[in-house]
């Protein structure tokens, strides 16, 4: 265990669904990342919160909308996906934005 | 645009062997090269990090060498194991922005 766990671990869900998925770091960091890892690409920074502020939004879509209430929890809220947005989520924590990053275990997310 | 390029995209070697993977980067404000090993099922580990100020750096069988000038870098596994089978991607860092961006990946497989 990396000290940042990911819930749940696997989401199906329908095209007009609200879902929120949740990251939880214990290593006391103050940086936050979600990343998506689809099949045959490169993992994509799609968000960093530092000290809970926004700091990076890599143009990711509007359906997409992130949560940062305290350096130790982050979410990702869904809205209206689409099916090509199925891909595994990945939370990450850093100390802050010069050091290692340490990442979950992801959620396998489906849309139908 | 691909900022990082990994290569091989899978390579199988025999136990004991030298597997080698290749990375290149274009932006020169990167200053922190990691690899990161990943297991099916399971989010991306640190496994061994570099910056560009050092040409080599050794961490038990991984070595990671780095060519400032060519702005490449590989990561090397000496007397590979068959449990050292899974993903490996190079990833660049640009201090103090969070950004970190991974190469495509390698699959590895050791065979027994």
């Known amino acids: 265990e990396t000290g940042v766990t990911q819930t749940p671990r696997h989401l199906v869900m329908g095209m007009t669904n609200k879902k929120s998925l949740k990251c939880e770091q214990h290593?006391?960091?103050?940086?936050m990342y979600w990343y998506k890892q689809s099949a045959k690409k490169p993992l994509e920074l799609m968000f960093v919160?530092?000290?809970?502020?926004?700091?990076e939004n890599n143009s990711v879509p509007s359906r997409f909308s992130p949560e940062c209430p305290n350096s130790s929890h982050l979410f990702l809220h869904l809205h209206t996906l689409q099916p090509e947005d199925s891909a595994l989520y990945l939370c990450?924590?850093?100390?802050?934005?010069?050091?290692?990053?340490?990442f979950g275990q992801g959620t396998r997310l489906t849309v139908v | 645009q691909q900022q990082v390029k990994q290569s091989p995209q899978s390579l199988i070697v025999q136990k004991g062997g030298i597997p080698i993977i290749n990375c290149a980067y274009e932006?020169?404000?990167?200053?922190?090269f990691p690899w990161y090993q990943q297991f099916p099922g399971k989010g991306p580990a640190l496994l061994i990090a570099?910056?560009?100020?050092?040409s080599e750096k050794k961490e038990g069988r991984f070595t990671i060498s780095f060519n400032k000038s060519a702005k490449q870098f590989s990561l090397h596994i000496m007397d590979s194991q068959p449990g050292d089978s899974a993903t490996y991607f190079c990833?660049?860092?640009?201090?103090?922005?969070?950004?970190?961006?991974f190469g495509q990946g390698t699959t590895l497989q050791v065979k027994p």
């Open positions: 990450a924590s850093s100390q802050d934005k010069n050091t290692e990053a340490f």
């Open positions: 290593l006391g960091h103050n940086a």
């Open positions: 919160y530092n000290f809970k502020e926004q700091t």
């Open positions: 932006n020169t404000a990167f200053d922190y």
């Open positions: 570099i910056r560009p100020d050092v």
């Open positions: 990833a660049a860092w640009r201090s103090n922005t969070g950004k970190l961006i």
